[in-house]
């Protein structure tokens, strides 16, 4: 069987999909899938960005005065998708169904990672009225009713599935994420973040690792922080720190967060690497003297395995993992 693996969430154009689960989701199928194919399957890759544009069509729609992202994703994609380059495969695969079409001539499976936008509607709901929004949504959904199969990476993720979508059960397959086999590996002690950022060995180090959209509760982590703080404060212990990890100051939310942080006395405790690559994430994990993963939702929520698989201590919200695992 030859089956074309859709790797757009690793195009570095959508680097928000790239580094975080979303991305190390993606490039582990891509580096696993051709021993799973065997012998006699083959593997290939495609991305949105690289299929069918520059023609005649996709210059035209430059001059629609508004939906032309909708457009180009649900009409000309789906068309392109039985062009040269994947033509020779069986099966199409999009391992992240937002970046499915909601059509297509060829036979494809499609990955929910997770229905978070439909489960907080006031959360992820435009700010006014916008049907343009509607319907790209509503497409976005149909990618998932129209796959021949749908793989669901958490048994609740199923569940949300078959309850918001209708989609049958004998179409689904739950497929439960993993941990990269180099977090077990017990490697000398470090020092990368106490150096970075000039802490003593006496400051007990609190990790976070992921976004700060609202689902995440940062306030409540920062809150739960500042508590902790003014303990060690009272008993005059050196002073915990806490760090983010993840490219956070581009977020919505980080005016709200430095605002938090300033409001409740912490600022000096509270420190963010940005990206960290793969190594320096494994570093970070194993340094911390706990990792605190405050979640209300998640499709799976990889950071908090990531974590145990490390030896790390991990705290985290009990409805977390009543939704995810």
Same mark, same amino acid.
């Given at each position: 069987?030859?089956?074309?693996?859709?790797?757009?969430?690793?195009?570095?154009?959508?680097?928000?999909?790239?580094?975080r689960g979303t991305g190390r989701y993606v490039a582990e199928l891509s580096s696993r899938l051709p021993a799973l194919l065997g012998n006699d399957g083959e593997?290939?890759?495609?991305?949105?960005?690289?299929?069918?544009?520059?023609?005649?069509?996709?210059?035209?729609?430059?001059?629609?005065?508004?939906? /032309?992202?909708?457009?180009?994703?649900?009409?000309?994609?789906?068309?392109?998708?039985?062009?040269?380059?994947?033509?020779?495969?069986?099966?199409?695969?999009?391992?992240?169904?937002?970046?499915?079409?909601?059509?297509?001539?060829?036979?494809?499976?499609?990955?929910?990672?997770?229905?978070?936008?439909?489960?907080?509607?006031? &959360?992820?709901?435009?700010?006014?009225?916008?049907?343009?929004?509607?319907?790209?949504?509503?497409?976005?959904?149909? $990618?998932?009713?129209?796959?021949?199969?749908?793989? %669901?990476?958490?048994?609740?993720?199923?569940?949300?599935?078959? *309850?918001?979508?209708?989609?049958?059960? +004998?179409?689904?397959?739950?497929?439960? @994420?993993? =941990?990269?086999?180099?977090?077990?590996? /017990?490697?000398?002690?470090?020092?990368?973040? /106490?150096?970075?950022?000039?802490?003593?060995?006496?400051?007990?180090?609190?990790?976070?690792?992921?976004?700060?959209?609202?689902?995440?509760?940062?306030?409540?982590?920062?809150?739960?922080?500042? +508590?902790? =703080?003014?303990?060690?404060?009272?008993?005059?212990?050196?002073?915990?720190?806490?760090?983010?990890?993840? +490219?956070?100051?581009?977020?919505?939310?980080?005016?709200?967060?430095?605002?938090?942080?300033?409001? @409740?006395?912490?600022?000096?405790?509270?420190?963010?690497?940005?990206?960290?690559?793969? %190594?320096?994430? /494994?570093?970070?994990?194993?340094?911390?003297? &706990?990792?605190?993963?405050? $979640?209300?939702?998640?499709?799976?929520?990889?950071?908090?395995? *990531?974590?145990?698989?490390?030896?790390?201590?991990v705290l985290w919200n009990l409805i977390f993992t009543r939704s995810c695992w």
């Amino acid at each position: 069987m030859h089956v074309a693996l859709d790797t757009s969430a690793l195009d570095p154009q959508f680097r928000a999909h790239a580094i975080r689960g979303t991305g190390r989701y993606v490039a582990e199928l891509s580096s696993r899938l051709p021993a799973l194919l065997g012998n006699d399957g083959e593997l290939s890759s495609f991305r949105y960005n690289q299929v069918g544009r520059g023609g005649f069509l996709d210059h035209l729609v430059d001059y629609l005065p508004a939906g /032309r992202t909708t457009v180009r994703h649900q009409l000309l994609y789906p068309l392109s998708l039985s062009g040269p380059k994947i033509s020779e495969a069986n099966l199409l695969h999009f391992p992240v169904h937002v970046d499915a079409p909601s059509w297509c001539r060829k036979p494809y499976v499609v990955t929910v990672l997770d229905l978070i936008p439909l489960i907080f509607k006031e &959360l992820y709901a435009p700010k006014k009225d916008d049907r343009r929004f509607q319907l790209a949504r509503w497409l976005e959904l149909q $990618s998932i009713k129209n796959a021949q199969a749908v793989l %669901a990476i958490s048994e609740n993720t199923a569940k949300d599935v078959c *309850e918001l979508l209708g989609v049958p059960e +004998e179409k689904l397959v739950v497929t439960p @994420l993993g =941990v990269d086999p180099s977090f077990f590996e /017990r490697t000398p002690h470090n020092d990368l973040l /106490r150096t970075r950022f000039s802490m003593s060995s006496e400051q007990p180090i609190i990790l976070y690792v992921g976004g700060i959209d609202q689902r995440k509760n940062i306030s409540f982590l920062l809150e739960c922080f500042a +508590e902790v =703080v003014n303990e060690f404060r009272v008993d005059q212990k050196p002073l915990p720190c806490l760090v983010m990890v993840g +490219e956070i100051s581009k977020d919505d939310q980080y005016p709200r967060f430095l605002d938090d942080i300033a409001r @409740l006395g912490i600022a000096e405790q509270v420190v963010s690497t940005g990206y960290l690559d793969d %190594a320096q994430l /494994r570093m970070a994990y194993r340094e911390a003297d &706990l990792f605190f993963y405050p $979640s209300l939702y998640e499709g799976f929520g990889l950071p908090p395995l *990531e974590a145990m698989a490390s030896g790390t201590p991990v705290l985290w919200n009990l409805i977390f993992t009543r939704s995810c695992w």
